[in-house]
């Protein structure tokens, strides 16, 4: 049998980029063959073993039988290294390297590396409609690249054939998760599938809410980056507040639902959106009410942070949240002074002494800062 490095860690190498992830490609073996020798089977669609950390794949074909992701037949038999990687997205992605060091390019993904062309392998990249995600995906990692004329007519027959169709959500929000997490300017993702006239099939919200002012992930990206925290919750906050324009509970509900977004996200979305303009707030009821409605410093974090994005303001023009947040918590402190009937009554309490030293300190803070 013969073993070859495939994919993207072939493509990073020749594009000079370190990559984490290796994945190889086996030929004419079989799957007892990998197992008598202590690979490890796991995945249930394909043949796919581990060994020594890393990923191998019999050699397959696949031949379109029905719609949908799982849709295919595929086959392990007598098949070539050339047959497997015509299969595969774009050429610069269907690249293999042997153990001698040699590359192997039946389909001229290297030249397409060094002229920066984002080509398909085959037509049978119209089989899977995710790649046209992929597509924008990679156009949004690979900022200086161009995509071929030819993908683009086989972009256009998939949308006029409806196979965009038969994406499901859930593939939807995973690419668009991939994308915040690699790319190199999130907006090149959107303004390729608005150049390709396809945002509209893609997120049929957009055109109803957005002002399609996708630089402003561009300028979150960079915030985010220089103050070392998680990307997803924020960006995906980001899209849906300056983006899609979502402003209420129920538009970010629907969203939610077509984009299968994950708790932790929606109910940061959520509260970010009632908030976002309580730094024009001078009413201290609503700021005792967000501090109740933030779980830890952890959140004020991310929700400061948010507000820097969205304003595309420096972060520390919020400093001033911070002292409120520790008056707020500082408050349970006066507890131990005093006697309760109830917890109806601790409440009470609390909320009295939060309004009193907020509104005490929020009056110098807001002259001083005169409304951001």
Known sequence: MDVYRVGGSVRDEIMGVLSQDKDYVVVGSSENELLSLGYKKVGADFPVFLKDGNEYALARTE???????????TSTKNVSLEDDL????????????????????????????KNKILRHTSDAFIEDPLRVLRLARFKSR???????????????????????????????????EKMFLTSKKSSLFFITLLDLKLLGDLFPFISEYSNKDFDILDTATNQIFQNNKQKLKILFSVLLYKIFNVKKTEETLKIKDYLT????????????????????????????????????????????????????????????????????????????????????????????????????????????????
């Not at 993908?151 to 409806?162: E, I, R």
Request: glycine letters at 4%; proline letters at 1%.
């Open 86 to 113: 015509k299969r595969r997205d774009f050429t610069i992605n269907s690249i293999a390297k042997d153990s001698k060091g040699n590359y192997i390019d039946p389909y001229n993904g290297i030249n397409d590396i």
């Open 142 to 176: 690979f900022v200086d690249f161009h995509i071929d004329s030819d993908t683009k007519v086989l972009v256009q027959y998939m949308q006029k054939n409806g196979l965009l169709k038969e994406l499901t959500n859930e593939r939807i929000y995973k690419e668009l």
């Open 261 to 372: 977004l994950p708790n932790n996200i929606y109910k940061f979305i959520i509260l970010a959106s009632k908030y976002s303009d309580i730094t024009k707030c001078l009413d201290v009821e609503i700021v005792v009410e967000f501090f109740d409605n933030i779980q830890n410093k952890d959140s004020l974090d991310d929700f400061i942070l948010f507000l820097a994005c969205v304003t595309n303001s420096n972060i520390q023009n919020y400093n001033y949240f911070y002292e409120f947040y520790e008056v707020y918590t500082d408050a349970t402190k006066l507890l131990k002074n005093e006697s309760f009937n109830s917890g109806l009554e601790i409440k009470d309490f609390l909320y009295r002494i939060r309004i009193l030293k907020i509104q005490k300190i929020g009056n110098d803070i807001w002259n001083k800062k005169s409304l951001i």
């Open 63 to 73: 031949l379109k039988t029905s719609t949908g992701y799982h849709g295919f037949d």
